[in-house]
Structure formats: C-alpha cells, structure tokens
C-alpha cells in the first residue's frame, strides 16, 4: 500500500516493499534533490508527477503533468516504451530497465537510462498543476502506478562509441601504425572526458579499455583529464599490463618501463588519493574491484606502497626519488612469481598438499628471476625477492642468517599483509582495516617493522 500526500494531510504515509514507511513530503524532497529525472505515471503512460530535473531539457513541470511520457520519447523508440507498457497491464511488477532516447523541447535528441517500479496508491494524494505545488489543490489517487528515474548517459555513450570507433579503425585500418592508432585514441579520449558538466564517471572497464601500450607516460601531461580521470586511466593502464603478464607468464622489458612509469604515476597521485573521503581501503574497492584477482592484489599493494612511501619520507625513513619509484614499483610486481602456479592452487591454500606448498614459497625468487631477465634494476629485484623472506631468513637456505634485508621490502611486506589480510578471498572471510592493523602489530615484531608499522596505523588509522 501506497499513501503519497503534501505536507499538512494525514496520509501522507508511502509504504515501499514490506518495510520501509516514509511520509510523502520527505520523499517529494528525495525526488526534487536527485540529479536524475523523477517521475509517476499512471498504467496508460500519462505523467502524474515530474521533478524539476527535467527543467535542464526545456521543460517545466506544470506543462508535462497530464501528458503522455511517450510524446517526450524519440519516435524511433517509442515501440520500447509502449511494449514496456504492456508488460506491465499483463502482470509485470518487477523492476524495469530501458534504454531509450528523449527529446528536448529544442529538439535534441538524449539518451537515457529509465528505471521504474510499479507500486499502489491507495486515495494518495500529489500536488496538482500549480505555481507553488506545494500549496496549490491535491488530486487524490487510488490503483496502480509507475514511480521511476530517468538518468541521463550521454558522457557514457558518447564514450562507449569512441571506443567502438577505435576498435573498428584497428580492424578495419591494418596500414594505420601503432603510433598513429595510440595518438588517435588518446585525442579522442581528451574530448570524451573534456564534455562541459560530464556526470558520468570514467568507470574501471573503461578505464582498462582506453588503455594503450605506452599510453600511461601520456597520462600526468594531458590537461583534459580530471585528476581522478588520471587515477583511474593509470589503473587501468596497470591492470592491462598486468593480465598481460600473467596471461603470458612472462614479463618483458618494455612492461618493466611500464610498470615503473605507473609507479611514478601513482607516487604524484598519492596525496590526492589519501585525502579522498570513504578511506583508503574502501578506495581500492571502487578503483580497482571487490573480486579478489592476483592481479588487483598487485594494483592494490602497489597503491599501498605509493601512499605509504610518501607518509614515511621524511618523517621515519629517508628515501629518494629513486628508491622511491623502485619500492612502488617492486611493490606492483612482488607477486608476479605466482604466474607459473595454477589458479586453483593458489585460491585453495587453506587445503594444498605440502607439495603445492612449498611452490608457492618458491614465488619471491622466481619472481626476481623473471625481473632479472627484464632487465629491471637490483634493488626492484631485491624488493620481490625479499617481501616474504624477512619473515623465515633464519631457516632460508637462499638467504644466510644475517643478511643485509632491503628495507624497501619491509614495506612492501606491511602492504603485502595488510591487503591479504582485508581481501576478499574465495572461501575466506576478510578482515576489517582495523581487526587487520592490530593482528599486524601482534605478529610482526622487529627492529625494523614496529617502527614502520606506526606510520601505516597513522595512514590507515583514520579509515579503520
């Protein structure tokens, strides 16, 4: 049941699923506060209520109330809404979900998202057409009705067909250079993400799809792009680059150079990323993805270790420049040794055999080796080889008790931990931030993690 009124009525009362009560003034004021089209319409598809969000596309709300929705959708897609029309006359309650094009009262032609319900008025009562609605006469409701949004994707679409341009240009165009094809994409990317009053968010695929061999070094110059425009376009950049290695179980040269330059890309985006709201932790989450992969697990430390670095210099470890790109960029890379390890091994620890085991010990050094190979510099080699060896040197036939430890691996081994320990694992309930710090500062004792592990609580502290 249904009750939807103005202020200074008694039934006011809007019941929505069996639960939620909320009286009708409170949600008027949701609706008009939305950046989205509101809207209620009776079954026949004629406009009961409107909110003033539709004053952007030329309308007012008093000329639309009474009128059929379908006038104000594109001739060419009006057969949608009239089939969605039917649906529901045959029973239909669910939610529904249509991509359809409007028409501005000038004539411009926008694409939207329509969400709607159908839900029951029972002698509701809405604002009828008046100069203040809020005040004017009610007309009371009783039966079915359709209450829904409508969310205007134009930046998206404008987007999605860039996209589809580019990959038809490389299928199409085989005589076009890499060069050429790169200089193209990242030309039309700048105009896509340059729309005046764009809304929509550069998502994380389609972050991983305008990613481009060599495009992350283009990134921090472009003027175009928003610094969380950057953020995004430099993960995807990285994710890229990453599913490539383990996809190929190697890694080349030329990603070394990428991996590093992304690595100073997120080392110049670390004090913006720590003053973002919702937490460090709950960032990674909308940066990079819930889904546990190995390689968002790389993604993810590698950020760890960007804002980690920056908040140890100067303040407890003096770091250059250059120590810096290689902790980051050994942080990015600690756990490419596991790319020779079958997925399923890796996913179902809790239950591996002793055998199985001991090759996932074997990750840091086939790692490095890998590194080696790729000509990444020593101290980037020393950083994978070492983010778990510091933890059992003593009883380490590759490492001789005593051993000069990097400190750069020390913290990459605190974002390591931290990140496995909050993941969301198959099998496995993770931790939350601060459950997470006070496990770590019971179990990683020494002379070199207490006085590390201070400055972490410090960043992450504010966020647990």
Not at 73 to 80: F, I, L, P
Not at 156 to 177: C, F, G, H, I, Y
Not at 280 to 288: G, N, R, T, Y
Not at 339 to 355: K, P
Request: aromatic fraction near 6%.
């Amino acid at each position: 049941m249904c009750n939807v009124g103005v202020p200074g009525h008694r039934d006011v009362n809007l019941k929505m699923g069996n639960d939620m009560v909320v009286s009708s003034d409170v949600m008027k004021t949701i609706l008009d506060g939305i950046v989205d089209v509101a809207y209620l319409i009776d079954p026949d598809g004629k406009i009961v209520y409107m909110n003033d969000s539709v004053r952007e596309y030329g309308y007012t709300t008093e000329e639309l109330v009474g009128t059929s929705v379908i006038k104000l959708v594109y001739a060419e897609d009006r057969d949608k809404i009239v089939q969605a029309f039917g649906k529901r006359k045959n029973g239909n309650t669910g939610t529904t979900l249509l991509n359809v094009r409007l028409q501005s009262k000038d004539g411009k032609i926008v694409p939207f998202e329509m969400k709607s319900n159908q839900i029951t008025l029972n002698n509701g009562t809405v604002p009828s057409s008046s100069d203040d609605p809020m005040v004017g006469p009610t007309n009371r409701l009783s039966g079915s009705f359709i209450l829904g949004t409508a969310r205007d994707v134009s930046g998206r679409k404008l987007v999605e067909q860039a996209l589809r341009e580019m990959k038809d240009q490389a299928s199409n165009s085989p005589t076009v250079s890499a060069a050429q094809s790169k200089a193209a994409s990242t030309r039309r990317l700048s105009e896509m993400l340059a729309i005046p009053g764009r809304q929509e968010r550069l998502s994380r695929l389609m972050a991983v799809s305008w990613a481009t061999d060599g495009f992350e070094s283009e990134i921090l110059n472009n003027k175009s792009f928003k610094m969380e425009d950057k953020i995004r376009l430099t993960l995807g950049c990285a994710e890229v680059v990453m599913m490539d290695i383990f996809a190929r179980k190697q890694v080349s040269e030329q990603q070394t150079k990428s991996v590093t330059c992304i690595a100073g890309n997120l080392l110049k985006f670390s004090t913006y990323l720590k003053e973002l709201s919702g937490g460090v932790p709950a960032l990674l989450d909308h940066l990079i993805g819930y889904n546990f992969e190995l390689h968002r697990h790389c993604l993810n430390v590698g950020l760890y270790a960007a804002m980690f670095t920056t908040e140890l210099t100067p303040k407890t470890m003096m770091m250059t420049r250059r120590q810096m790109l290689d902790t980051c960029t050994g942080a990015l890379f600690h756990d490419m040794g596991k790319v020779l390890i079958d997925r399923q091994t890796l996913e179902q620890q809790a239950s591996m055999s002793a055998q199985d085991r001991k090759v996932i010990q074997k990750h840091p050094y086939i790692g490095a080796k890998f590194l080696e190979t790729a000509r990444a510099g020593k101290e980037i080699q020393q950083v994978v080889f070492q983010h778990h060896e510091m933890f059992r040197a003593p009883d380490n036939p590759n490492i001789p008790v005593g051993a000069n430890l990097s400190p750069f691996a020390y913290v990459t081994a605190i974002c390591n931990v931290f990140d496995n320990l909050t993941a969301r694992k198959p099998g496995r309930k993770n931790r939350n931030a601060y459950d997470s710090l006070v496990l770590m500062v019971k179990n990683m004792q020494g002379e070199m993690f207490l006085p590390l592990l201070k400055p972490f609580i410090r960043m992450m502290g504010g966020n647990s």
